[in-house]
């Protein structure tokens, strides 16, 4: 029995460094005895420091690694998000209808004891007009008026609502390299130059210029869209979906902002353009700005042209980034002795910010799959891989949704997305379902979905999707006490404007403590010392 004593991650960055973080924190990498967790980077690599939106699991996962939220707040530029605002999604602007509408992070209301609101809202209970979203969370209304999802006093990664964050990627890899050095991870500055395999085709060593040879039980390929490893070495295939998501490129701006005190926007905007969508991220000191387009129906000039016009004057001047992507994964994201994590394994558009979450799931499988003995290495990379396709086929079905429901039929693009061939049987069969009846519990396999039951339901009404309840009205005979909630909820949410703090205000204190405490420190460590 050969038991595992090394991890090697190649490749630093988010995905380097937030896996490598994982691995060392639950595996207790800092003792003599755990399992050591290694990292080599390349010096010449610089990090992109595009705006970077996550979801709500990155807070049990930063606190898993013992990330203190203030220092990761300072550090990483960060702020906080609460759900995404998707504009001119349903239909084209200047057409008469709602123009934008919310997927929040927060559940749909449900006291214990009380009604599933959804069946009361399909049937007219809540006042005339209100969005689903608005009409069973109070995160719609205190989003709109610029309220932070938490205050001062809660604890780390904790508060009343539910909550990401928008960070700055190159800030927050940083970061987590302090951060990771401090649990025992021992990091390596040179450049990769081959892999080298053994007789049976797994990794025997990986080269590097700097420091020759460097050798572990198990590889982890974050080498990005590059995939040193995964591709280059164990020739693991891609399997492209851009028959489904069509966006396959994106351009970029930093654009600052006109005042230090100017509002922070508490969620992602994804404003629908003819060909695709601009995301739009605030950050501490900047706004992330980015036109995500398929090239099949648009190009980069007329897609920068589109951006700048968004951003206004403001975009005058500033550098624009294009980057080039393709929806797919690897089916064998884990082979041999090697597991693509990240860009590396494979990448869905950025439209609900899965990028992060895919990478916190594999380093959480990764850790809690991860084999005692070397010779169970296959078994356990095909039950990664089967939980790992899963995950991605759910996630594209939850995306491909957002474009195949709108109304808009003003582009090819938007034409294009309509066209049942590009919509996958198991979405289809779900929405034919849902004309009937709204989405349940049941439709969802837990373990193997990221967007559970109230994220499908909050887009899918979002788009004005129509199920209709009106032969089982009989079924839900609590009319006049779901007023009574619906009514309640909206009192509710006028109280939590007084309680929580502006989102900015929010970020400029806790990122003040921060600094106060390393001054503290700082002085307590002259005073020891001296």
Wanted: with cysteine.
């Amino acid at each position: 029995m050969a038991h595992l004593h090394k991890i090697l991650v190649v490749g630093g960055g988010t995905a380097g460094w937030l896996t490598a973080c994982y691995l060392a924190k639950a595996l207790n990498a800092a003792s003599p005895e755990g399992i050591q967790v290694e990292l080599v980077e390349s010096p010449n690599i610089g990090l992109l420091g595009v705006g970077e939106a996550t979801f709500p699991s990155i807070r049990s996962t930063l606190a898993a690694i013992g990330l203190d939220e203030r220092r990761f707040l300072a550090g990483a530029t960060a702020t906080f998000k609460q759900g995404i605002r998707y504009v001119n999604w349903v239909r084209p602007p200047g057409t008469s209808g709602p123009d934008h509408f919310f997927h929040p992070f927060s559940l749909p209301s449900q006291r214990d004891g009380s009604l599933e609101l959804l069946p009361y809202w399909l049937l007219g209970g809540a006042p005339e007009g209100v969005a689903f979203a608005e009409a069973v969370t109070m995160q719609t209304h205190v989003v709109d008026h610029g309220r932070a999802p938490k205050r001062a006093g809660d604890p780390d990664y904790q508060g009343p609502l539910n909550h990401a964050y928008h960070f700055d990627a190159a800030c927050f890899a940083r970061v987590l390299a302090e951060h990771g050095q401090s649990l025992g991870i021992k990091r390596h500055l040179a450049t990769v130059e081959r892999t080298e395999l053994d007789e049976q085709g797994a990794i025997a060593r990986i080269v590097t210029a700097e420091l020759g040879a460097l050798s572990a039980d198990l590889y982890v390929d974050c080498t990005g869209l590059r995939a040193s490893l995964i591709d280059g070495a164990m020739q693991s295939p891609f399997r492209s979906r851009r028959d489904v998501l069509f966006v396959d490129r994106a351009v970029a701006l930093q654009v600052p902002y006109p005042n230090a005190d100017t509002p922070i926007t508490p969620y992602t905007t994804a404003t629908a353009q003819e060909a695709g969508w601009i995301w739009d991220i605030g950050l501490r000191h900047r706004r992330g700005i980015g036109h995500v387009y398929s090239s099949r129906h648009s190009d980069a000039e007329r897609a920068e042209a589109l951006v700048r016009r968004y951003v206004g004057p403001a975009a005058e001047g500033l550098e624009a980034l294009h980057i080039k992507f393709e929806t797919g994964y690897r089916p064998e994201h884990w082979r041999k002795n090697c597991v693509a994590v990240g860009l590396a394994g494979g990448f869905v558009e950025p439209l609900e910010s899965t990028g992060i979450a895919l990478v916190e799931l594999a380093a959480y499988m990764l850790t809690h799959l991860l084999p005692g003995d070397v010779g169970d290495m296959e078994r356990t990379a095909r039950r990664f891989n089967e939980m790992m396709v899963a995950r991605y086929d759910r996630i594209i079905d939850f995306i491909k949704m957002h474009y195949c429901l709108s109304q808009r039929r003003d582009s090819a693009f938007w034409i294009d997305n309509a066209d049942p061939a590009s919509i996958p049987a198991t979405l289809q069969d779900r929405l034919a379902l849902w004309r009937h009846r709204p989405p349940h519990r049941l439709d969802f396999i837990a373990d193997l979905e990221m967007f559970m039951t109230a994220s499908w339901q909050y887009v899918l009404y979002g788009m004005e999707f129509h199920t209709d309840l009106e032969p089982m009205r009989s079924a839900y005979p609590h009319m006049d006490a779901a007023r009574r909630e619906f009514a309640m909820i909206r009192q509710v949410a006028d109280r939590a404007l007084a309680d929580l703090p502006d989102h900015r205000a929010l970020v400029e204190q806790l990122c003040r403590e921060h600094e106060q405490h390393r001054e503290r420190d700082a002085a307590l460590a002259v005073a020891v010392g001296g």
